[in-house]
């Protein structure tokens, strides 16, 4: 897993669904750049991916202690190479954004609230 930070901007009923009562649109995120675990783990290990992800969350909540801000952990969700990376993230807990959504991406960008 590779993180890095990221900024998204949210609708005004994105950001009523998390609570955001200020008046920017753009929000400090912290971005999982790549994500990947060895096929044999996999099947060897089941949850490396939910564990990493569980891992990026508690790395951006020390990072609002001590550094930079990101309230939201976000993804580019690769569904071209498979479909079911949506259904993995969901799982997860990420939803998608709408600002960037668009039939004919090969990607879908979603975000996660760390404080929910
Ligand atoms: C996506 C990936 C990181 C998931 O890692 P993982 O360790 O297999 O995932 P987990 O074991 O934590 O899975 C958690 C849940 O998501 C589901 N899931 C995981 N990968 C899935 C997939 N590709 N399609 C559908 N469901 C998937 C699991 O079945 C599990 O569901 P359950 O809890 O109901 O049993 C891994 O499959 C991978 O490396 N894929 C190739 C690279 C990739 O696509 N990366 C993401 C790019 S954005």
Redesign the pocket.
């Known amino acids: 897993m590779s993180l890095i930070m990221d900024a998204i901007k949210l609708s005004i009923s994105e950001k009523l669904l998390h609570n955001l009562n200020y008046p920017f649109r753009t929000i400090p995120a912290m971005k ?1 750049a ?6 044999n ?2 099947k060897k ?9 569980a891992n990026a969350e508690l790395l951006a909540i020390t990072c609002n202690t001590e550094s930079c801000a990101a309230r939201f952990l976000t ?5 071209e ?9 969901e ?2 807990g990420f939803i998608p954004n709408t600002e960037l959504y668009n039939k004919n991406r090969t ?1 879908i960008s979603m975000r996660k609230d760390i404080y929910k």
């Open positions: 999982i790549k994500l990947a675990v060895d096929h783990f996999s290990y089941k949850g490396i991916g939910t564990f990493m992800i993804v580019d969700a690769d569904i190479h498979d479909k079911g990376v949506l259904a993995f993230y799982k997860n990607t």
